[in-house]
């Protein structure tokens, strides 16, 4: 949701790209990439690893149709050989494994790999098509499109982090930080859009570490993409609350929401546009309270059990968020226009 205050109004930041870089293979060198504040540090590689192709050129003539099979029967190019439209996926967790699977189908003869803290995935992300390796101290390939989908929670740094995705940016394409609607500085249910001011750092080590984060991305020329409150049927607050049945916070309390759907259909459009240095916002623009959010669940019948109510009479608020300029920008809509449609309510 909404997090980041500022005295000063935030400028337009998703219709103004903070550095302008050539989209030209040649033009960008590593250590200019947009996705980093430039720094004479080294920059780590991260580990999640799998093929796509972003752009409108035929996939034949940036990733050859010869290759070798992997022991999980995937196909790669001549090992160290990246096409033109390589994705590389860093944190392909639920949103990372979609964006995959649409990147996929886009561009079929493209490799696409993911970049993983651990192994304890690999065998899953082969039989869904993704080259998977473990997160490395120094980049071994550059990938013309990146996308960070790891979440803050299980590293002690996380703009550390995209510092180390970064450096397996090769500059073309599209590099994307996806990131939070917290950050936006609002907790009285009203109104915020690309434009609103975001908390300042200082306030929140939460937000603190995703606007840091943010800038790593964008001192570099990358993009950002704020989400809201990301959820499928089985996954998000619905279902936390539905497993409580009862919950100490306030009814009222508006939140938005996005399906992992139409978060993974705004990341590609993005990456698509290679744009730089830009901040997007993805919403489904029907905000919702959480009292309500929890009626459709309960009139929707999809699911065995029934929430019982939020008990909370105390607390901060939310927003009502809107991504138009982002639509427009993008030319995007999402497929899921609301959580009741969605649930079929509509």
């Excluded at 780590?44 to 149709?65: N, Q």
């Excluded at 079929?108 to 490395?136: N, R, V, W």
Aim: positive net charge.
């Amino acid at each position: 949701m909404a997090v980041g205050v500022s005295t000063t109004p935030n400028p337009a930041i998703i219709l103004r790209p903070r550095h302008c870089f050539p989209l030209s293979p040649s033009a960008s060198s590593p250590a200019s990439l947009p996705f980093l504040r430039p720094q004479s540090r080294q920059r780590p590689p991260i580990s999640m690893s799998r093929a796509g192709d972003s752009s409108s050129s035929s996939s034949s003539a940036s990733c050859p149709p010869t290759g070798i099979l992997n022991d999980g029967g995937l196909k790669i190019t001549s090992p160290g050989v990246i096409g033109q439209n390589d994705l590389l996926i860093v944190g392909p967790g639920v949103l990372g494994r979609i964006v995959a699977e649409k990147w996929h189908k886009e561009h079929p003869a493209c490799q696409i790999f993911g970049y993983t803290m651990t192994t304890d995935h690999h065998d899953e992300l082969i039989k869904l098509g993704i080259i998977p390796s473990l997160k490395k101290s120094e980049p071994t390939n550059k990938f013309p499109f990146v996308i960070f989908c790891a979440p803050p929670t299980r590293t002690p740094d996380y703009p550390g982090d995209v510092r180390l995705a970064a450096s397996n940016w090769s500059g073309e394409g599209s590099f994307l930080f996806t990131s939070s609607s917290a950050v936006y500085d609002c907790s009285d249910n009203g109104f915020c859009n690309e434009d609103s001011p975001v908390v300042p750092v200082g306030r929140s080590p939460r937000t603190d570490v995703l606007l840091k984060a943010e800038n790593e991305a964008l001192d570099i020329g990358g993009c950002v993409v704020r989400l809201a409150g990301l959820y499928k049927e089985d996954r998000g607050a619905h279902v936390y609350w539905l497993d409580k049945g009862t919950v100490d916070a306030l009814p009222d309390h508006v939140l938005n929401l996005i399906h992992y759907e139409d978060a993974a259909s705004l990341s590609i459009a993005i990456m698509k546009k290679k744009l730089r240095g830009q901040v997007f916002l993805g919403c489904d623009n029907h905000p919702l309270s959480r009292q309500e959010i929890m009626d459709h669940v309960n009139r929707s019948g999809k699911f065995s059990k029934k929430f019982l109510g939020f008990t909370g009479t105390d607390g901060p608020l939310g927003k009502r968020m809107n991504n138009s300029k982002t639509r427009a920008e993008i030319g995007w809509e999402p497929k899921f226009t609301s959580f009741p449609q969605f649930l079929n309510l509509l």
